[in-house]
């Protein structure tokens, strides 16, 4: 069992950075892949980026990819996803996940939502134009 908590979220204007953190309970947090997901209002939760357990593996959402940037501590059980030039379509609450898939192709182990086996209550970040 894996509980994990973001924070970090708040408002920035359009162009600003946030960096999120999500913090895992736990003593097999190395044992995860780690991703980050985000929900605007009325859309489906999409796939922001992921990294494999030892960090040294990471995966974007190609349409975020050179703005966003994921990187964890395991010795501190800790997720983290820098954002710069934040733009005003990032808004959304933004969720930390933990998944277990081996094998596979990347896509496969990172991307879906169905990768995932515990999540976070998420986090608002709002950009204002």
């Known amino acids: 069992q894996v509980q994990l908590v973001e924070s970090g979220g708040g408002l920035v204007q359009a162009g600003g950075s946030l960096r999120l953190s999500c913090a895992a309970s736990g003593r097999t947090f190395s044992s995860y892949t780690m991703g980050w997901f985000r929900q605007a209002p009325g859309k489906e939760r999409e796939f922001v980026a992921a990294t494999d357990r030892s960090g040294g593996i990471t995966y974007y959402a190609d349409s975020l990819k050179g703005r966003f940037t994921i990187s964890r501590d395991n010795a501190e059980n800790t997720v983290y996803l820098q954002m710069n030039s934040l733009k005003p379509e990032d808004t959304a609450v933004y969720y930390c996940?933990?998944?277990?898939?081996?094998?596979?192709?990347?896509?496969?182990?990172?991307?879906?939502?169905?990768?995932?086996?515990?999540w976070g209550q998420g986090t608002q970040v709002t950009v204002s134009s």
């Open positions: 996940a933990a998944g277990s898939r081996t094998g596979g192709t990347t896509r496969w182990r990172f991307k879906p939502v169905s990768a995932y086996d515990y």
